[in-house]
């Protein structure tokens, strides 16, 4: 099925290392996004991206980065992870067009940090 | 970006008729309402989208005033499946939708 595509769906990482999260899209969306959610929270903004190439910095990018080398794809990287970036990822994508559907989100990527 | 203020939680019974009221007093020209449905354990999910008056689908309607300040989101005879946190967004579309911030969201219980 057409959609976003999130690996690993479950990661748990000592403090320190390093993982990167995939995000896969196919439907040639221009934008894509990168989400964390905390529990019982809303959604906080990372990193975000308007095209292949391009990042930008969201409302907690502090400890990420990001990279989008191909269209399709955006990558999130912890560094050095801390426990305090244990949560749920979620990434999502849109178009750059008129269209009126919005954001399509993955299934998202449960992290621990222990 | 238009700020939007939601109720934090509401609850409701099977069957009933649920409303749900976004505030966006500082609504651009060209900014759309849209709501999105996030069950737990999943990413949020498009619901409805509008830019005046009514909009209807097979979930929900979606009903904006003239002025455009706020808007309000039914749920028909809702039914346990539709517990969820809810989130009014606003924004323009296209090129200018960029990246929009969910708040915190309406948690909505519908109990039996």
């Known amino acids: 099925n057409a959609g976003v595509t999130q690996t690993p769906k479950f990661r748990v990482l000592k403090t320190g290392q390093s993982m990167t999260l995939l995000c896969a899209q196919d439907m040639n969306h221009e934008y894509m996004y990168w989400y964390r959610q905390d529990p019982g929270m809303g959604l906080r903004l990372i990193h975000y991206s308007v095209g292949e190439g391009t990042t930008a910095k969201g409302e907690v990018p502090d400890g990420y980065n990001v990279s989008r080398l191909k269209k399709q794809n955006f990558l999130l990287g912890l560094e050095s992870a801390a426990p305090s970036q244990t949560s749920v990822y979620f990434c999502?994508?849109?178009?750059?067009?008129?269209?009126?559907?919005?954001?399509?989100f993955g299934s998202g990527t449960r992290l621990t940090v222990v | 970006l238009a700020k939007t203020t939601q109720p934090i939680s509401m609850d409701s019974y099977e069957g009933q008729e649920v409303n749900i009221t976004c505030s966006h007093n500082?609504?651009?020209?060209?900014?759309?309402i849209t709501w999105y449905q996030q069950f737990p354990s999943q990413g949020p999910r498009f619901i409805i989208q509008g830019y005046k008056t009514k909009v209807t689908n097979e979930v929900a309607s979606l009903f904006i005033p003239a002025d455009r300040k706020s808007s309000t989101l039914s749920l028909p005879r809702v039914s346990l499946s539709d517990t969820a946190v809810y989130y009014c967004l606003v924004g323009p579309r296209g090129t200018g939708r960029r990246a929009l911030t969910f708040g915190s969201g309406t948690r909505l219980q519908v109990q039996p």
């Open positions: 500082n609504i651009a020209t060209n900014d759309y």
């Open positions: 999502a994508s849109t178009s750059a067009g008129p269209d009126g559907y919005g954001y399509t």
